[in-house]
């Protein structure tokens, strides 16, 4: 449904649950949904997901409040009318494909699922590759498969996170390539930004602002993005390379806040040297050898990558640490 300044709200019936995506251009703080005049749901993430279906009808009753934080305050900014569920995604001529790696992410990864099937991008196909987990992954990667027409799943035999990536983006068929991890959320505005962005500013890669959440103490906070204060920034190659060991070298690191060309991303593959064991930060190994091959970047301030720590915390401390 569209509202005041661009604010979205569509359902998605995902996995288990209805997922209720909050677009706008811009972030607020908190998110109030109420079933008539009952409060049903507090949430300060754009992508929420309600712990029951919710019919059509039931639908045509929720209503959306959104509040911004004045010091110790939340100000209520707008009030919804109204709510509208996703088209089908049908396969087409995709402008990005999003390849996600998955071991054992049963937890996390209908969420994740969700918040890119809730893209405002509309052609986006998405390929799950399911490196034998033992748990329900592989059977919620088979759901999604046969419910959305846009995604597809492989399925491999403990060949590890590296082959995973690879063997997504060798069937990849967009434009762009998104690759994220599994356990974190696309923000609904995330795609579409980075790649009007892309097609503007005629850039190889656009980067996301990075948003770090750790459930386990509760806290979150925006990884500050390097440079100026304009919305868009265009970075050379040259350029990068002086910023990559800032602080905040996630930015340039990483391939999960980013998109990338298909054209210059498959001419690099992430490293398989040592399938047998674990390999940590694969993603500045290929970023690394990806960057050669590009010749601008572009940060952008108004799309929102959110990573969250909860499970990196868990591989840290040894439960587990496979993708």
């Not at 071991?103 to 699922?113: E, G, S, W």
């Not at 690879?166 to 599994?182: F, Q, T, V």
Request: aromatic share 14%; glycine share 2%.
């Amino acid at each position: 449904y569209q509202n005041i300044e661009n604010f979205n709200i569509t359902a998605l019936y995902g996995y288990n649950w209805t997922t209720i995506a909050f677009r706008s251009k811009g972030v607020y703080d908190l998110y109030k949904v109420y079933d008539k005049d009952n409060l049903i749901a507090e949430t300060e993430d754009p992508i929420l997901e309600l712990s029951y279906k919710i019919t059509k009808k039931e639908l045509n009753c929720i209503i959306v409040e959104w509040y911004t934080k004045v010091e110790d305050k939340y100000v209520l900014w707008g009030i919804s009318e109204g709510i509208a569920k996703l088209p089908e995604r049908k396969k087409a001529d995709y402008k990005i494909s999003v390849v996600i790696p998955i071991y054992n992410v049963q937890d996390f990864l209908p969420r994740a699922l969700d918040s890119v099937l809730s893209s405002s991008m509309p052609d986006i196909e998405l390929i799950l590759v399911d490196d034998w987990s033992i748990d329900d992954s592989p059977k919620i990667c088979d759901w999604y498969a046969k419910h959305f027409p846009c995604v597809s799943v492989i399925h491999q035999h403990n060949q590890w996170v590296c082959f995973a990536r690879n063997n997504g983006i060798n069937i990849a068929k967009g434009e762009y390539l998104g690759i994220p991890d599994s356990d974190d959320i696309i923000h609904p505005f995330m795609y579409e930004i980075l790649y009007n962005t892309c097609k503007i500013e005629n850039t190889d890669v656009a980067i996301a602002t990075t948003i770090i959440r750790n459930d386990i103490n509760n806290k979150e906070y925006v990884l500050s993005m390097p440079g100026k204060k304009e919305d868009i920034i265009v970075y050379t190659y040259d350029e990068v390379m002086k910023n990559k060991h800032n602080e905040n070298n996630m930015y340039y690191v990483s391939t999960c806040n980013k998109i990338i060309k298909r054209q210059i991303a498959t001419q690099v593959k992430f490293p398989t040297e040592y399938p047998n064991r674990v390999i940590l930060y694969e993603d500045s190994a290929y970023t690394a050898s990806l960057y050669s091959y590009v010749d601008s970047f572009a940060l952008c301030k108004n799309a929102y990558y959110i990573y969250d720590r909860s499970r990196s915390e868990e591989r840290r401390v040894g439960k587990e640490c496979r993708s």
